[in-house]
Each structure stands twice: as structure tokens, then as C-alpha cells.
């Protein structure tokens, strides 16, 4: 008997796109009962009846939206895992809310009967494509891995610059992200805002690395208030490779670490946003003079929060 991830590289075993299928499938229906039956489940239930139906046809509308992404997702479970983990996500926020709503009151336990067919039966099939999808991007590591010094001078900002001009001027602080879009990234990002003048107080420049594009990069600039600071387009993630950045296992991109902080980043103002890269790779964080690493910073985990002004102002000579 074959194991349930057992797959090749390029494919996804068949059985995600069944599961994808009846999800899809399953939350259109349910979506559009709620759509055109509002009332339906709160008089089955001895509920009251919302004031608002159309707020609760909303929440219809937005499953049936996921059914949507859900039927997009089974023609490619590893392409499309994004898809995955919000659904994967939701399926977990969404009990943990209703526990709230009647621990506090706020909610009848009558209403969570839907939470076994909504949430819990599909725990395990999707945190299994989650996982299948982590491994599957590992199988495709790189032998070739390019030496720091041809990464330095192949790495590049918008106007040109290379990394290693930036970092032979003075001792740099280089902070590798993993995509664009990444919550925590964008948390990085404020971070280095707030922190920099500190930085740059202790003569340490700063230097960031992504997977996007120029045009990408200079709207994260703009946004985060790092003008002056530099920006680097690296698609190929050869900086990534030459500086030992992985691939992140299931544990490190999917554990409960990242689901916690991941949430907590999130009320904070750092929603995620559009996929930019490979949403596999690991950040790290790197201070780097006259093409020496003189510091090194690989997260153990994507959730990992690192104190960019300590670990720059800490640098031996």
C-alpha cells in the first residue's frame, strides 16, 4: 500500500483534488443555502432570527467565494497552496471564535452544529496538502549554489547598484525576506522603520533583499518609510543560497507558532497579501562588510521576530 503523500515532484497526489473538489462543491452549496434561505439554519435551531438577514447572507457569499478559490486550488494542490492555508486557517480561527462567543455568552451553543461538517472534517486533509506541498518544494533544492562573492556582484538595486557596493562602503545590515506579501515580512519591514536610526546611528547601512521586482520594491520603500535604505531585486534568490537561506519545512512555515503570531501581526495592522516569489523560502538577516559575512541570523521558524537594532549594534570588528 502507497503512502497518502507519496507523489512526484511535479504532481500532488490525486486525492487533494478530490478533497479540493468536495469543498469546493460543499461550501457553494452551503453558501448559497445561506444566500437564499437566511433564516434556514437560526429557525432549524430555535435561534433567533438576525434583525439583518443580509449580514449573515454575506457570510454565504464569502463561503461560496471560498468554494470558488477551493475548485481553483484542486488543479494544483502544491501551485496553489496559498489557497490551502487561508481555508486551513479559517477552518481553525473559526471554531476558536465560536468557543469565545459561548464562553462569553455572546453566541448559543446551538450554533456551532455546523462547525463539524464547516471546520473540523476538514482539518486533516488540508493540514496533509499543506504538508504534501512543503515537501514537494523541497524536492526541488538546487545543487547549484552560488558563492557569496557572485552574489554580491549579481544582485542588484533599481538604480543599479550591486550588493557588494553597498556593503564594501560600510558594514550593512542585510535583511533577506522571504516574499512580499509574507505577515511577518511586512512586520520586518516596520521594524526596520522604527529601529532605524539607531542602525544607522552605530555606522551600520541597511540593505534589503527580496524576491519581487524593482517597481514592487520602491512601492515597499515608499510604504514603509525606508527611503534612503536600499533595495534589492534577487527572483533567482541567489543571495538566499549563497547566504545558506532553505526552503522551510511544514513545522517552520505551518507550526502553531506561526498561526499564533501570524494572527497577532495581522490585528496589528500586517494582513497578508499577494504571493511574490516562493512562498517556501526562509528569511534571515545578515551583516555584511567587504564580502565578509560578519554576522548571521537564519530563522529557526517564518514567525521568528528578530531585534534588527541589537543584532546590527552587536557586530564584532
Known amino acids: 500500500m502507497s503512502h497518502p503523500l507519496d507523489s512526484t515532484p511535479d504532481r500532488a497526489p490525486s486525492w487533494t483534488r478530490k478533497w479540493l473538489i468536495a469543498a469546493g462543491l460543499y461550501n457553494l452549496i452551503w ?5 437564499l434561505f437566511p433564516n434556514l439554519l437560526f429557525e432549524a435551531t430555535g435561534i433567533e432570527t438576525p434583525v439583518y438577514p443580509q449580514i449573515w447572507q454575506c457570510v454565504g457569499m464569502i463561503v461560496g467565494v471560498y468554494g470558488i478559490g477551493y475548485l481553483v486550488a484542486a488543479r494544483d494542490s502544491r501551485r496553489h497552496w496559498p489557497i490551502v492555508l487561508v ?3 479559517g477552518k481553525i480561527f473559526g471554531p ?11 453566541l448559543p451553543w446551538q450554533f456551532g452544529l455546523t462547525i ?3 471546520d473540523l472534517i476538514w482539518w486533516i486533509p488540508f493540514g496533509l496538502m499543506l504538508w504534501d506541498a512543503a515537501r514537494a518544494h523541497g524536492m526541488h533544492t538546487s545543487a547549484d549554489v552560488p558563492s557569496l562573492d557572485d ?7 533599481a538604480d543599479g547598484r550591486t550588493l557588494r557596493e553597498i556593503t564594501d562602503e560600510k558594514k550593512t545590515l542585510v535583511v533577506l525576506l522571504r516574499h512580499s506579501g509574507c505577515t ?6 516596520e521594524d526596520l522603520r522604527s529601529q532605524r536610526d539607531t542602525i544607522e546611528q552605530a555606522g ?5 533583499v527580496t524576491m519581487s521586482d524593482h517597481q514592487q520594491n520602491e512601492a515597499l520603500r515608499e510604504k514603509y518609510g525606508l527611503k534612503g535604505a536600499a533595495f534589492f531585486s534577487d527572483p533567482d534568490r541567489a543571495a538566499y543560497r549563497a547566504l545558506e537561506l532553505r526552503r522551510g519545512s511544514f513545522l517552520q512555515l505551518f507550526g502553531l507558532a506561526s498561526w499564533l503570531r501570524g494572527f497577532s501581526a495581522t490585528i496589528k495592522g500586517h494582513a497578508p497579501g499577494p504571493l511574490v516569489g516562493d512562498g517556501f523560502q526562509m528569511p534571515g538577516s545578515f551583516v555584511i562588510h567587504q564580502g565578509r559575512v560578519l554576522k548571521a541570523h537564519r530563522h529557526a521558524h517564518a514567525a521568528q521576530r528578530l531585534d534588527h537594532a541589537e543584532f546590527a549594534c552587536e557586530v564584532p570588528a
Open 151 to 157: 552574489a554580491l556582484d549579481g544582485v542588484e538595486s
Open 87 to 89: 481555508g486551513f486557517l
Open 31 to 35: 453558501g448559497a443555502a445561506v444566500v
Open 184 to 189: 511577518f515580512c511586512k512586520e520586518a519591514l
Open 116 to 118: 463539524p461538517t464547516n
Open 204 to 208: 551600520v547601512g541597511i540593505a534589503v
Open 96 to 106: 476558536i471564535g465560536f468557543a469565545q462567543g459561548v464562553v462569553t455568552g455572546e
